[in-house]
């Protein structure tokens, strides 16, 4: 459960600055909203281990760490590191975890990573886990198959194999 130490995320104007193109969306909105007190997940983190509907497939963000300056590196949104109730680390993008479906304004990040699930094989992941560094020790940095999509599309043709583009291998199964 969120509790009074995600309330005290000092969270700054113009501290959790993307890429341009992440203007459109704030960091601040989305955490005060997520800061409610309602359980908040991580929506299908581990569908490809788990069928969609099992609770296990969207684990539950037991506390919020810190956020960071730095933007997701392939979606360039304001990131956050969370601690799942299961004891996991993650790096993710502030958008990319919500309270359940019954939720009006979380619903449709539900339903937007529903429609990718629908779209790959049963069983098929549609999120990885990359293994990073961070100050404070091992990190999962969330990876979703739209992230690489979106990466493909601004950088044009794979000819540099250090360009975000040219990772669709990392696109394997979460770790569970
Ligand atoms: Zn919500």
Known sequence: MFTTKLQALPV????????????TLSADTILLHLLDGRPVRVPYL????????????????????????????????????VELDNGRI????????????????CAPLWSRLEEILDQVPAGAA??????????DGIAML???????????????PDDDPEAPGAVPALVSEVAA
């Open 90 to 105: 993650l790096v993710l993008a502030v958008d990319r975890m919500g309270h359940e479906p019954v939720c009006e304004r």
């Open 126 to 135: 549609i999120t990885a886990g990359v293994e990073i560094g961070t100050v």
């Open 12 to 23: 700054q104007e113009g501290t959790l600055e993307g890429r341009p193109d992440a203007s």
């Open 142 to 156: 969330v990876v979703d198959a739209e992230d690489l999509e979106e990466a493909r599309a601004d950088d044009g």
């Open 46 to 81: 581990t569908a490809g281990h788990h069928h969609r509907d099992d609770p296990e497939a969207s684990p539950v963000v037991a506390q919020l760490l810190s956020s960071s300056s730095a933007g997701h590196p392939y979606n360039g949104k304001p990131l956050v590191r």
